[in-house]
């Protein structure tokens, strides 16, 4: 197997990537891990989260460089700024959308004053 060679170029918080016919925006979201990204193709309505958030839970923070709270923060302005009908595609599990983490994630979103 062939060892990939270095990335040419770097992504960065709020850079769009065109592909075909749609822009990719960048959105840096770090809590998981310092890196993370999320993809959101506007056109479709449509992010991919990774291990950010997920239907009704979210990524670990006890991972070396995850933090609870930079987690929350990053979901909470990269993630619940979006329109509410926004698709979300996790990297585990089924998709939910960003109306749904809002009103029924126990960790983030509306259902979180209750814990």
Do not use: C, W
Not at 54 to 59: A, C, L, P, S
Not at 68 to 84: A, G, M, R, V, Y
């Amino acid at each position: 197997m062939d060892i990939p060679s270095d990335p040419d170029f770097y992504l960065e918080d709020d850079q769009s990537i065109k592909l075909n016919n749609s822009i990719i925006q960048v959105r840096h979201a770090p809590g998981h891990s310092p890196g993370s990204v999320v993809f959101y193709i506007d056109d479709i309505k449509t992010a991919v989260v990774g291990d950010l958030i997920f239907y009704q839970g979210i990524g670990r923070t006890d991972l070396d460089g995850g933090s609870f709270n930079q987690l929350k923060k990053s979901i909470e302005t990269q993630i619940f700024t979006l329109p509410p009908q926004t698709l979300l595609i996790p990297g585990h599990g089924p998709t939910t959308t960003v109306g749904e983490e809002m009103r029924l994630n126990p960790y983030v979103g509306a259902a979180s004053q209750f814990l």
